[in-house]
C-alpha cells in the first residue's frame, strides 16, 4: 500500500495549511466530519498554500479554460488532504476513498464537467493507489456557486 505523503513528496506536492476562512465569515458546519470510521468532506474550495481561499472564481467554459479548471480540482485536492491531515494526522490512515462529488459553475452549454472533476479524481488515485484511492463519483454543472468559486468538490471516505 502506498504511503500518501511520500507519494506527495515524490510528486513534489505542497499541501495547504488547513482553510482558514475570510475575517468575519463563521461557518455552521465542519470541512471535515468524523463519524466513527466514515469522513466525510463538506465542499471545498482551492486553498493558498497560506490556507486562505484561493479561487478561482467564475465560469468554466466563459472566465476559466477547461486546463486551469482541471488544475484547480487537483488544487482542491490537495486542500482537502490538508484539512483531512489536520483532523486525523497521517493521511495513510484513509482505507478507501468512497465516493466524491464536484460542482462545476459553469458557463451556459459547457459540458464537460466530468473532464474538469478528472483533475480531483486523478491525484487521488495517483496519490493513494487504485486501491483505496477509486471512487464513486458524479459531476454536475451549475449556474452558481457560494462566493462566486469556480469549483467545489465533497466526498465521503474510511479511515481506520
Do not use: C
Not at 476513498?97 to 464536484?102: C, H, L, Q, T, Y
Not at 464513486?136 to 466526498?155: D, H, K, Q, T, Y
Amino acid at each position: 500500500m502506498p504511503n500518501p505523503e511520500q507519494t506527495l513528496h515524490e510528486l513534489g506536492l505542497l499541501l495547504p495549511e488547513s482553510i482558514k476562512l475570510p475575517p468575519g465569515l463563521t461557518l455552521p458546519f465542519d470541512f471535515i466530519n468524523i463519524r466513527g470510521n466514515r469522513v466525510l468532506i463538506s465542499g471545498h474550495p482551492r486553498q493558498a498554500i497560506d490556507g486562505t481561499f484561493d479561487g478561482p472564481y467564475g465560469q468554466v467554459g466563459k472566465d476559466l479554460t477547461m486546463k486551469e479548471a482541471q488544475d484547480a480540482a487537483g488544487g482542491i485536492a490537495l486542500s482537502v488532504l490538508s484539512n483531512l491531515k489536520s483532523k486525523i494526522g497521517d493521511l495513510s490512515r484513509i482505507t478507501g476513498w468512497v465516493r466524491v462529488f464536484g460542482m462545476v459553475n459553469s458557463a451556459p452549454g459547457f459540458d464537460e464537467q466530468h473532464l474538469v472533476i478528472n483533475g480531483f479524481s486523478d491525484l487521488i488515485i495517483k496519490i493513494f493507489g487504485s486501491e483505496i484511492g477509486r471512487h464513486a463519483r458524479s459531476a454536475i454543472g451549475v449556474s452558481g456557486l457560494p462566493m462566486n468559486f469556480a469549483l467545489e468538490i465533497e466526498g465521503e471516505l474510511m479511515i481506520d
